[in-house]
């Protein structure tokens, strides 16, 4: 009875060690990159203007030539899907309503915004003064990044031999900051036509016995070598 106690207790020892060598070793959980650890969270808006209804002028004012302008650059860099032109319905001022959203479909068409990238569509309104205004909307892409500041778990991560708990963050919070589109982090950006125009000019080029490389300037490239 007395060996076979020594042996159990030999054996129990044998497993805490190994069970406790064990847990020294960094499993999967510990193998998070910096993006996974401190993720940036992309998330739809939708951006609306409104332009109210003036039946008295048949002309878009100069102020809110301004604002749609300002309205239509941003949608250009920034937005996707249709810019959906929403005018009211229901009242009085229908026809002025239909008429200001034929003015401003042509004066966006006129600073850049592509006739296929415009929609319209109405909403109920009623007579009672609320429903004369036309309302512009389109979606865009925001970047959230994760909170910075985490210090928690530092001791054990200093044990696993690990990057601290706010390591890569700060990095990720101004790669958030800095990119021009958030939705290029959910899928990339179409591609634009091929221009047709270069593709002759290098091919008349070559025919003519021409340098059909870009030109380049020695100096700098001696001066980018030392």
Same mark, same amino acid.
């Given at each position: 009875m007395h060996k076979n106690a020594v042996k159990l207790t030999i054996i129990a020892?044998?497993?805490?060690?190994a069970a406790g060598c064990s847990s020294i070793f960094n499993g999967p959980e510990q193998g998070l990159s910096v993006a996974q650890e401190h993720p940036i969270t992309v998330d739809s808006q939708v951006v609306t203007m409104t332009i109210d209804v003036d039946p008295s002028t048949t002309d =878009? %004012?100069? =102020?809110d030539k301004a604002r749609l302008?300002? #309205?239509a650059d941003a949608y250009l860099r920034n937005g996707h899907g249709p810019l959906s032109i929403t005018a009211p319905s229901g009242t009085s001022a229908d026809f002025d309503g239909q008429e200001a959203s034929a003015d401003i479909r042509g004066y966006l068409h006129e600073i850049g915004v592509?006739? %296929?990238g415009m929609t319209g569509s109405t909403y109920r309104a009623g007579d009672d003064g609320r429903g004369r205004q036309l309302i512009m909307s389109y979606t865009h892409y925001i970047a959230s990044p994760s909170v910075c500041g985490d210090w928690s778990g530092t001791w054990e991560r +200093? #044990?696993?031999n690990m990057r601290s708990p706010? #390591?890569?963050c700060a990095t990720m919070n101004n790669y958030a900051a800095m990119i021009a589109d958030p939705h290029d982090l959910v899928a990339p950006a179409d591609e634009t036509s091929a +221009?047709?125009?270069a593709r002759v000019r290098v091919i008349d080029a070559y025919r003519n016995g021409e340098l059909t490389s870009s030109q380049t300037d020695e100096k700098i490239e001696s001066e980018v070598a030392q």
């Open positions: 020892a044998a497993t805490a060690a =878009i %004012s100069a =102020i302008r300002a #309205f592509p006739w %296929s +200093d #044990f696993r706010n #390591f890569g +221009d047709a125009m």
